[in-house]
């Protein structure tokens, strides 16, 4: 008996000393493949006998559990997405898993987005609500529609008024501002392209305001730039209305001049009123890709008209008495003022950063193909053409007519008003075409932001795509808005100065800032130097350009002409 009470003493303590019937809870196996596999749960039975001697000591061998159909949502995680993971095992042997096809997890309107994201889940997560409006209702877009769009909104007429900048400045100055404010701004060009994909959050910022709200918030982001980019959009095609008209008034009178047949011809209001019905049908197409050919036209005229209007004024030669020397008039205080007026006028020329979110939110983007490359394709391509054809026209546009040229006027009106007599007349018909198909192009993209704006109000409220015959009506009413604000303040051009202070910040100092805010580089490194000299010298420039802007307007007048353009 002692040795028998010696082996049970041996035995572990866990194990039962009275027979009983031990229910097993079902256990989980952790599988790197398949995830959490639930074992059938079953009842193991443990012999009754009167001895604990009788218990078997032969190990027992477990079946093999059969694997469970996982849930749907476990196949579109990220470490399932691949099919070879879910065919693995005797049951793939046996019939072949089929993976669900999940809903919900891309919009179904995401064409060039939806296969990218279906495999790698990380990458910009979108807004329903960007399939039915215009600038995110079309995702097919590539780096030559970014160059059309860039190149179409990068040169425009405000490019024209450069030399008057040069006759307060000189050469010295002119050629140094402009150079400085070229380099900002394809530094800051950058920087948006950039910050257009958030790879932390997995949000594609489509618009300026949306990117400006999510970094300085609601409330600043919109006090910040609301205003401003609404000029941009809808000042700017007031402004294309006026000369779009202005120049369709003068090509007529330059192809029929005297020998005009119609004893009434066209008045001003009038020649506006045919360049927004042509406008306004234009802008009936739906969406910012849509119009890319349109663009491209648009593009291709503005380098045309601006290499033909500086290589006629430097073929023409210089006017006689032209004079070189930077215009100095009024008290030192005044001067001040004036030379800070010029800047503006140059920094008014350098428009369009408002558009580069919209353009590249144009294009299809994944983890492993970003928008941000093609994008910066096109713009660099699109900024040298640009380059070809700012310098030459302001420094070939300064070097024919010099201080002769009209304070409130551009190289334009100095040609017709210097060379009409002397140029042949098809060449300044082909001018003045190129002008006018610049301005209406450059009117559809312009404008395109406000469409979405109002397309925006409507989808939000109420909760589906805006009907055709209503995008009609939106985009009718803001054709003829603007048309409207162009016969009752024809003489916006003359606050060129004043607008270019306000809209500075948009281009040369928020995407600073936004940088900063949303890229954190390291504190007191180059980047955090460049971006913050840069962003404080922007809303610097910003404040005293506006200062003097109002101060010119003041001291030398402004003809204010309500309701008659002239």
């Given at each position: 008996?002692?040795?028998?009470?010696?082996?049970?003493?041996?035995?572990?303590?866990?194990?039962p000393?009275?027979?009983?019937?031990?229910?097993?809870?079902?256990?989980f196996?952790?599988?790197?493949?398949?995830?959490?596999?639930?074992?059938?749960?079953?009842?193991?039975?443990?012999?009754?006998?009167?001895?604990?001697?009788?218990?078997?000591?032969?190990?027992?061998?477990?079946?093999?559990?059969?694997?469970?159909?996982?849930?749907?949502?476990?196949?579109?995680?990220?470490?399932?997405?691949?099919?070879?993971?879910l065919?693995?095992?005797?049951?793939?042997?046996?019939?072949?898993?089929?993976?669900?096809?999940?809903?919900?997890?891309?919009?179904?309107?995401?064409?060039p987005?939806?296969?990218?994201?279906?495999?790698?889940?990380?990458?910009?997560?979108?807004?329903?609500?960007?399939?039915?409006?215009?600038?995110?209702?079309?995702?097919?877009g590539?780096a030559?529609?970014?160059?059309?769009?860039?190149?179409?909104?990068?040169?425009?007429?405000?490019?024209?008024?450069?030399?008057?900048?040069?006759?307060?400045?000189?050469?010295?100055?002119?050629?140094?501002?402009?150079?400085?404010?070229?380099?900002?701004?394809?530094?800051?060009l950058?920087?948006?392209?950039?910050?257009?994909?958030?790879?932390?959050?997995?949000?594609?910022?489509?618009?300026?305001?949306?990117l400006?709200?999510?970094?300085?918030?609601?409330?600043?982001?919109?006090?910040?730039?609301?205003?401003?980019?609404?000029?941009?959009?809808?000042?700017t095609?007031?402004?294309?209305?006026?000369?779009?008209?202005?120049?369709?008034?003068?090509?007529?009178?330059?192809?029929?001049?005297?020998?005009?047949?119609?004893?009434?011809?066209l008045?001003?209001?009038?020649?506006?009123?045919?360049?927004?019905?042509?406008?306004?049908?234009?802008?009936?197409?739906?969406?910012?890709?849509?119009?890319?050919?349109?663009?491209?036209?648009?593009?291709?005229?503005?380098?045309?008209?601006?290499?033909?209007?500086?290589?006629?004024?430097?073929?023409?030669?210089?006017?006689?008495?032209?004079?070189?020397?930077?215009?100095?008039?009024?008290?030192?205080?005044?001067?001040?003022?004036?030379?800070?007026?010029?800047?503006?006028i140059?920094?008014?020329?350098?428009?369009?950063?408002?558009?580069?979110?919209?353009?590249q939110?144009?294009?299809?983007?994944?983890?492993?193909?970003?928008?941000?490359?093609?994008?910066?394709?096109?713009?660099?391509?699109?900024?040298?053409?640009?380059?070809?054809?700012?310098?030459p026209?302001?420094?070939?546009?300064?070097?024919?007519?010099?201080?002769?040229?009209?304070?409130?006027?551009?190289?334009?009106?100095?040609?017709?008003?210097?060379?009409?007599?002397?140029?042949?007349?098809?060449?300044?018909?082909?001018?003045?075409?190129?002008?006018?198909?610049?301005?209406?192009?450059?009117?559809?993209?312009?404008?395109?932001?406000?469409?979405?704006?109002?397309?925006?109000?409507?989808?939000t409220?109420?909760?589906k795509a805006?009907?055709?015959?209503?995008?009609?009506?939106?985009r009718?009413?803001?054709?003829?808005?603007?048309?409207?604000?162009?016969?009752?303040?024809?003489?916006?051009?003359?606050?060129?100065?004043?607008?270019?202070g306000?809209?500075?910040?948009?281009?040369?100092?928020?995407?600073?800032?936004?940088?900063?805010?949303?890229?954190?580089?390291?504190?007191?490194?180059?980047?955090?130097?460049?971006?913050?000299?840069?962003g404080?010298?922007?809303m610097?420039?910003?404040?005293?350009?506006?200062?003097?802007?109002l101060?010119?307007?003041?001291?030398?007048?402004?003809?204010?002409?309500?309701?008659?353009?002239?």
């Amino acid at each position: 008996m002692a040795g028998v009470e010696d082996q049970v003493s041996s035995l572990p303590n866990s194990l039962p000393i009275t027979p009983r019937t031990v229910n097993t809870a079902p256990m989980f196996h952790h599988d790197d493949q398949f995830g959490s596999i639930p074992i059938t749960p079953r009842t193991a039975s443990v012999a009754q006998t009167p001895s604990i001697l009788s218990l078997p000591i032969t190990p027992r061998t477990a079946q093999t559990p059969s694997i469970v159909s996982l849930p749907p949502s476990q196949f579109h995680s990220p470490s399932l997405s691949r099919s070879p993971l879910l065919l693995t095992g005797d049951h793939a042997a046996n019939k072949p898993v089929k993976t669900p096809r999940s809903r919900g997890l891309t919009p179904r309107f995401i064409t060039p987005l939806g296969s990218p994201l279906r495999k790698a889940l990380k990458m910009t997560r979108l807004d329903p609500q960007d399939a039915w409006l215009p600038i995110t209702e079309s995702r097919n877009g590539n780096a030559f529609y970014a160059a059309f769009h860039t190149l179409c909104s990068g040169i425009g007429i405000q490019a024209l008024v450069l030399p008057v900048a040069f006759t307060i400045l000189g050469w010295a100055w002119g050629i140094i501002g402009l150079t400085v404010a070229f380099v900002w701004q394809l530094y800051t060009l950058y920087l948006m392209v950039q910050l257009h994909e958030n790879h932390e959050t997995g949000l594609r910022y489509s618009r300026y305001l949306q990117l400006a709200c999510a970094t300085f918030g609601e409330n600043l982001g919109k006090l910040s730039s609301a205003f401003p980019l609404g000029y941009l959009s809808a000042g700017t095609c007031c402004a294309l209305i006026i000369i779009g008209g202005s120049t369709a008034k003068l090509l007529y009178e330059t192809l029929c001049g005297a020998t005009c047949s119609n004893p009434k011809p066209l008045t001003v209001v009038e020649w506006y009123l045919v360049f927004t019905c042509v406008a306004v049908v234009l802008a009936q197409l739906p969406n910012l890709n849509s119009i890319a050919g349109i663009s491209l036209i648009g593009a291709l005229t503005a380098v045309g008209y601006c290499t033909a209007l500086w290589t006629v004024s430097v073929a023409e030669g210089r006017l006689p008495n032209v004079s070189y020397e930077p215009v100095r008039k009024g008290s030192q205080v005044n001067r001040i003022f004036d030379l800070l007026n010029a800047f503006g006028i140059i920094a008014f020329a350098f428009r369009g950063h408002n558009l580069i979110l919209e353009i590249q939110a144009t294009m299809p983007s994944s983890e492993k193909h970003p928008s941000r490359v093609p994008m910066w394709r096109g713009v660099q391509f699109a900024y040298l053409l640009i380059a070809m054809c700012l310098f030459p026209l302001a420094i070939g546009g300064y070097w024919a007519y010099g201080h002769l040229i009209p304070a409130n006027g551009s190289v334009l009106t100095a040609l017709f008003a210097f060379h009409s007599q002397d140029v042949s007349r098809s060449v300044l018909a082909l001018i003045s075409i190129f002008v006018i198909i610049n301005a209406v192009s450059s009117f559809q993209l312009y404008g395109m932001p406000m469409f979405d704006d109002m397309e925006s109000a409507y989808t939000t409220r109420c909760k589906k795509a805006c009907p055709w015959w209503l995008r009609s009506i939106f985009r009718a009413i803001f054709g003829f808005v603007c048309f409207f604000i162009a016969v009752a303040l024809p003489f916006l051009g003359s606050f060129t100065g004043l607008i270019g202070g306000i809209a500075l910040p948009i281009t040369f100092a928020h995407p600073c800032f936004m940088w900063l805010k949303v890229k954190k580089p390291k504190k007191y490194s180059l980047s955090w130097w460049v971006n913050w000299g840069l962003g404080l010298l922007g809303m610097g420039l910003s404040v005293i350009l506006i200062a003097a802007g109002l101060y010119v307007v003041i001291d030398t007048g402004v003809k204010i002409s309500f309701f008659n353009p002239q």
